[in-house]
């Protein structure tokens, strides 16, 4: 089993809907959970970050995070184009402190 | 400036080859680590150092060496490049804030191809 699990993709979504993306993890002592976004040939950029059950928003986004279902999704809403990007999810272990990653799901935003 | 920086952004080189790729930030943080992307895989953890005397392994060093010059600089070594080297190399910096969360900001990257 991965330790980080993500929806394989693509995900195609027409502009100004909802994108929703979801992630599982395995280490149920994990306690820090990231969103990052990464568009084609470039580095990884932090969206995201939450560590308490229940809702985070910023803006567009909105992380939920659910520790007993070890499950934290990123909702996307009124999508644009320029959220077209792999969307990774990371999470941090309990012990140590270092990220483990999922293999990302790609976004493409319909115009 | 970019808050961390990698150096070369890209690089070809044959097997057998020693390769050094730089990284070195601006941003005062304590940690830094090593990914490379592949295809697929997602990001994989090579290396990690917390501070300029830590050192640690990740799940992929085989084949790799590191070095903390300083706080501010991290080098990854290939010793003698292989063919399955071929990635896309990511320096990233952290600094446990006070919400506990060990947020990672990432460089540029570094395209390698070995042929």
């Known amino acids: 089993q991965k330790e980080v699990e993500q929806n394989s993709g693509p995900l195609s979504v027409p502009e100004g809907a909802i994108a929703s993306l979801n992630c599982t993890y395995s280490d149920r002592g994990s306690q820090s959970f990231f969103w990052y976004r990464q568009y084609s040939g470039k580095s990884p950029e932090l969206i995201m970050s939450?560590?308490?059950?229940g809702d985070k928003e910023d803006g567009r986004f909105t992380a939920q995070l659910n520790k007993a279902s070890q499950y934290v999704s990123l909702l996307i809403r009124d999508s644009q184009p320029s959220d077209s990007a792999t969307y990774l999810c990371a999470v941090s272990r309990s012990n140590d402190y270092k990220l483990s990653f999922g293999a990302g799901t790609t976004v493409t935003v319909r115009a | 400036d970019a808050d961390v920086t990698q150096t070369p952004r890209n690089r070809i080189t044959k097997t057998g080859k020693r390769i050094m790729l730089e990284c070195s930030q601006t941003?005062?943080?304590?940690?830094m680590y090593w990914y490379r992307q592949d295809p697929g895989l997602g990001l994989r953890l090579i290396y990690y150092?917390?501070?300029?005397?830590?050192?640690n392994k990740g799940e992929i060093s085989d084949g790799y060496s590191v070095s903390r010059q300083a706080q501010a600089k991290f080098s990854l070594s290939l010793e003698s490049a292989i063919p399955n080297q071929t990635a896309l190399y990511f320096c990233?910096?952290?600094?446990?804030?006070?919400?506990?969360?060990?947020?990672?900001?990432f460089g540029p990257g570094t395209r390698l191809t070995v042929l």
């Open positions: 941003k005062g943080h304590d940690r």
């Open positions: 150092s917390f501070d300029v005397k830590d050192i």
């Open positions: 939450i560590y308490s059950n």
């Open positions: 990233a910096t952290s600094d446990l804030g006070l919400a506990g969360l060990d947020e990672q900001f």
